[in-house]
């Protein structure tokens, strides 16, 4: 009898932990007919699952009308957003006919973030082979006033190494250069 009780508890427990990975997540179509002509995905992770605890708490996937990939909305837990200051991520992607490029991503960084380091938003662009092509770095007006810089230009050659920064003003006006 004991044996059978011990059985039936642990047989409990396992479906008990079981259903708290099978929710950690949940799913919904939020649009069949989106800006790329394909259906809108939003997944939204709880804590206990592994998207979670890699600090992601809801990704928003963007398909084109033949289910491909177009565009990827990631949003961070308050835990992430502090170590890296990023509280969202877009992903932007072209669809070749052999394979899916990534073309473009855009980092937005916290409130936190931006009241130290200036910088508000990141945007990536990236070459065929994937690495990176050129960075832009937009500075918030409080400290384009006392900093003077509003944005910063990375360019990189084919390999992903940088070879140019340059440094605007609010005006869009070039205030330093620097070759690398």
Known sequence: MNRIRRLAIGC?????FSLSYTF???E???SQNNEFGGKTEETTYKKGSSRYEEG?????EFYDANGKIRE?????TDERSKKDGVKK????????RTKTLLTKAEFYYTDAYSSYNGM???EEKYHENGNKKVSEFFYTDKWAKTHVVSKMIIDYDSKGLEKKRTHYD???????QEER
């Open 89 to 96: 991520r877009e992903q932007y992607y072209f669809q070749s």
């Open 28 to 30: 919904r179509i939020t």
């Open 170 to 176: 609010s005006k869009g006006k070039i205030i330093s």
């Open 24 to 26: 950690a997540s949940e």
């Open 72 to 76: 990827i909305e990631s949003y961070y």
């Open 56 to 60: 992601i708490y809801k990704i928003i």
């Open 120 to 122: 508000y938003k990141c």
């Open 12 to 16: 409990v427990l396992i479906w008990l």
